[in-house]
């Protein structure tokens, strides 16, 4: 059974970059898209950035000129950089596997509390 | 970017009553759109996928239907483990994936 497992730093100061990253455990890398999303304190979900087993990328556009995905295949492990935070990147952040048959996120990581404050 | 919009934000419903909760598009998609349960302090998790086909594992009290612009998702009896909020979330080639805003299901 798969399972997604992230880590990363949970409290950024203004302008500083935000790093996650997200293993896959029990299951293959190739053939899906992984991605990210994040959901603010009390809202909902907003995707970020999806990247395939190849480096294949893409990104939301209201967040692209900040956000950098990437993946390591031999590590079955991806990653998510977001500069110039504020606080109002403040959410709990979460992977996800993507299924390409169904369009629809299959399996979520347990999500990281990212907090942005002075 | 296709926008999708809930209705309602929030329901009180009995354990036993049928839910509706609707998501209209912003513009006439195709049928990739996928619902979400998730509960407090948790992760979603895949209810329904390509508007009417249910996830693997999950309760046959959940159903989706829906075409264009408007899809729904019933509960067609309500169970204690169902209070949540639900997502909808669509898929297309010509915009980044988007969620709805939630709809919170409460105890009556």
């Known amino acids: 059974q798969v399972q997604l497992q992230q880590w990363g730093a949970g409290l950024l100061k203004p302008s500083e970059t935000l790093s996650l990253n997200c293993a896959v455990y029990g299951g293959s890398f190739s053939g899906y898209y992984w991605t990210w999303i994040r959901q603010p304190p009390e809202k909902g979900l907003e995707w970020i950035a999806e990247i395939n087993h190849s480096g294949s990328t893409n990104y939301n556009p209201s967040l692209k000129s900040r956000v950098t995905i990437s993946v390591d295949t031999s590590e079955k492990r991806f990653s998510l950089r977001m500069s110039s935070v504020t606080a109002a990147d403040t959410a709990v952040y979460y992977c996800a596997r993507v299924l390409l048959d169904r369009n629809a996120f299959d399996v979520w990581g347990q999500g990281t509390m990212v907090t942005v404050s002075s | 970017d296709i926008q999708m919009t809930q209705s309602p934000t929030t329901l009180s419903a009995f354990v036993g009553d049928r839910v509706t909760i609707t998501c209209r598009a912003s513009?006439?998609?195709?049928?990739?759109l996928a619902w979400y349960q998730q509960k407090p302090g948790k992760a979603p998790k895949l209810l329904i996928y390509?508007?009417?086909s249910l996830e693997s594992g999950v309760p046959s009290r959940f159903s989706g239907s829906g075409s264009g612009t408007e899809f729904t998702l019933t509960i067609s009896s309500l169970q204690p483990d169902d209070f949540a909020t639900y997502y909808c979330q669509q898929y297309s080639t010509d915009s980044p994936w988007t969620f709805g805003q939630g709809t919170k299901v409460e105890i009556k």
């Open positions: 513009q006439s998609m195709s049928n990739w």
């Open positions: 390509k508007a009417s």
